[in-house]
């Protein structure tokens, strides 16, 4: 064991140069922004993430990207980091509404400025500026167009994302406000799939067995709604039954346009990863005055507009 | 302990675990009336082929004492290389250089990464003593970074209708994935009892030293072990991504421990030596009829995951009952 000490701080120091190949190659007067994302377990997330850190450095900043892992204390161990190594700003999204607001104090403390993307946390006087998605009143949405689907009756199904997570009930609620307003449009199964395209293909292909006459189904996020497509693909009743997803990922619309899903919700990340970039900057070079919230609308994409759009955004 | 009493004790054992899952089966049927169906009873087998490829791969590590955190990192990298050699090749711009692969060629690519991580696992648990919990623990995270490095985040799908057989194709009026996962099944049977590999594994579960002692070469036999339950998790890997037609960054998260629960359900030791891959198999299978059983009955999900972690318990103790010398 005592032979393989020196090759494994060899192995170690090689390592360490091979990643940091890229980093060497920055210069050291250049002002730095950190991109903090909740996950980078989702397609979604890496992209905003990615358009964030892209923007940062088109406007001739190091960027560079923190995973939190979901998880609230890796955030702030994130921050920890950020703060000792000096970034000039911090391009922000967020794992928990209100236990990220301690770590967003900490960088204020510090005098970081904080620019939250997507997700909201609970305070007004600790982010600069949050640019924020609208979930609810995107559900919302969904929930009128699904009802007129519908004709305002039928039987249908709900896939729930993580059941510990702000977002999924932002969705569901949104959704409910509009659909639990007619007792003929009947909920059978409300069941969680973890935003994950897998198991909601599994719990879909249960969910048929019990339920083999719905008319349509909402999912929480457009990875489910995928799997949910496919458990009814397999069932063969993918034409009679309409699926409602919610992001505006590429494989939805996709999928929209080949009248596999019926809708979804665009969220619009490369505008508030940009939008947040951008104020940052402009932080840097000296403005103060920054709205505490921009809401960015969540828009309906149906067969009727899709043409409009693209994965993520508007065309 | 005589020959004809150890048997006893395993058909008890084994017993205990059919029992459990007859009652299992009988309260959902009564319950749904969908449950007992021919349709659901495919669909049940369909969903818990990627565990049973999995769990079967555990199971041998588990019988010589050690354990495998990784496989679901495993699954995902390789089903995402399978993907990505499928629709993308290999390119080196640099080089100007481009592979295409063939179906053929892009699921061996998979399996070959799957047994070469796996090699890997055994390699550092035998070589640098690493107790395996550790080592594959370090390569949950490493796999699951290189599955970010290769997919850049990003699922890969659209891969085509000749893959997508594997996961959803029909033989012979039975499922594709449940004839791998047979197949995967009756080979493992095979080789645990039919074979001297077996008879190690057995023996190095049993008693390391002893097995020293009697010659076997137990560094050998871990690396054939850990090397087949990476080739397994990435057939499993393989199964997943053609069932959704997309390799998803995120997949197979949390697998190790549906793996390790339907070892555990199964009566298989976790200090080695003893238990079985047909006990794995009902392991397997109850886990799989929870998961879809607490669906059919539309139970809330913040109960599912209570009702889960119980079941499993009870199945334990009973099973630990029908051990008792």
């Known amino acids: 064991m005592k032979r393989s000490l020196p090759i494994f701080i060899t192995l170690l120091s090689l390592l360490f140069v091979f990643t940091q190949c890229k980093q ?3 210069k050291n007067g250049k002002k730095k922004m950190a991109v903090v994302v909740s996950t980078l377990n989702n397609p979604w997330f890496v992209f ?47 794992t928990d509404a209100n236990g990220s607001v301690a770590n967003v104090m900490k960088a204020k403390r510090a005098g970081i400025p904080v620019f939250c993307m997507d997700r909201e946390i609970n305070s007004t006087n600790a982010a600069t500026s949050q640019i924020l998605s609208d979930s609810y009143s995107g559900a919302v949405a969904i929930g009128v167009n699904f009802t007129q ?8 199904v709900e896939l729930l994302g993580l059941v510990g997570d702000n977002n999924t009930w932002a969705r569901s609620k949104g959704f409910h406000s509009v659909t639990d307003n007619y007792p003929d449009l009947k909920m059978v199964a409300q069941q969680s799939a973890d935003f994950d395209r897998n ?22 996020n457009d990875g489910m709604a995928m799997g949910a497509y496919q458990a009814l693909v397999a069932a063969g009743k993918a034409t009679k039954v309409k699926v409602f997803g919610f992001d505006g ?57 899709i043409n409009d759009y693209i994965a993520y955004g508007k065309k | 302990m005589t020959a004809i009493q150890r048997n006893n004790t395993i058909n008890l054992a084994r017993l205990q675990s059919v029992i459990a899952l007859v009652v299992l089966c009988t309260i959902i049927a009564i319950l749904s009336d969908k449950f007992l169906t021919m349709d659901n009873g495919w669909n049940v087998l ?30 995902a990298l390789c089903g995402a290389i399978t993907a990505g050699l499928l629709k993308n090749g290999i390119k080196l711009p640099s080089a100007d250089l481009f592979i295409g692969f063939t179906l053929l060629g892009a699921l061996l690519g998979g399996i070959i990464v799957g047994s070469l991580l796996g090699w890997f696992n055994g390699f550092v648990i035998t070589k640098f003593k690493v107790p395996p919990f550790v080592g594959t623990l370090a390569m949950l995270t490493i796999a699951r970074g290189l599955t970010m490095l290769w997919t850049q985040g990003h699922p890969i799908s659209n891969l085509g209708p ?20 047979g197949i995967v099944v009756l080979l493992a049977v095979f080789i645990t009892r039919q074979t001297r590999l077996g008879r190690y594994i057995y023996a190095i579960g049993g008693n390391e030293n002893a097995a020293i002692l009697s010659g076997i070469n137990i ?59 047909g006990g794995t198999v009902m392991g397997a299978v109850i886990i799989g009829v929870l998961n879809n059983g607490l669906v059919l009955l539309n139970v809330s999900p913040f109960w599912q995951q209570v009702v889960k972690g119980a079941v499993i318990l009870i199945a334990v103790i009973i099973d630990k009952g029908g051990n008792k010398k």
């Open chain 1, 199 to 220: 198991k909601a293909m599994e719990v879909m292909e249960s969910i048929l067995q019990a339920h083999p006459d719905i008319d349509a189904v909402f999912c929480g």
């Open chain 2, 162 to 181: 000749s893959f997508a057989t594997i996961g959803t194709g029909w033989l012979l009026g039975i499922p594709v994935p449940v004839w791998i996962a």
């Open chain 2, 46 to 75: 369909r969903q818990i082929a990627v565990n049973i490829c999995i769990s079967v791969g555990m199971t041998l590590i588990v019988l010589t004492a050690g354990i495998d955190l990784s496989v679901g990192s495993i699954l």
């Open chain 2, 219 to 277: 560094n050998k036999v871990k690396l054939i072990v850990y090397s087949i339950a990476g080739a397994l998790a990435a057939v499993g890997g393989i199964m997943v991504t053609s069932r959704l037609d997309s390799a998803q960054p995120n997949a197979g998260t949390g697998y190790e421990l549906d793996a390790i629960a339907a070892v555990v359900i199964g009566g298989t030791s976790l200090s080695g030596g003893k238990g079985s891959i």
């Open chain 1, 149 to 156: 689907q519908l004709h305002k009756k039928g039987n249908y």
């Open chain 1, 24 to 26: 060497q190659k920055a």
């Open chain 1, 48 to 94: 905003l993430a990615e358009t964030a850190a892209a923007k940062a450095t088109a406007l001739g900043y190091d960027a560079k990207i923190f995973d939190s892992q979901n998880n609230t204390a890796t955030e702030g161990d994130n921050f920890d980091n950020i703060i000792v190594a000096g970034y000039d700003a911090i391009l922000f999204n967020s």
């Open chain 1, 249 to 305: 990922a590429e494989d939805v619309i996709t999928a929209i346009k080949e009248n596999k899903v019926y809708a979804t919700g665009m969220q619009f990340p490369k505008v508030m990863a940009e939008t947040a970039a951008r104020f940052a900057d402009e932080y840097v070079k000296g403005r103060r005055d920054f709205p505490q919230k921009i809401p960015v609308a969540v828009e309906l994409v149906t067969p009727k507009n």
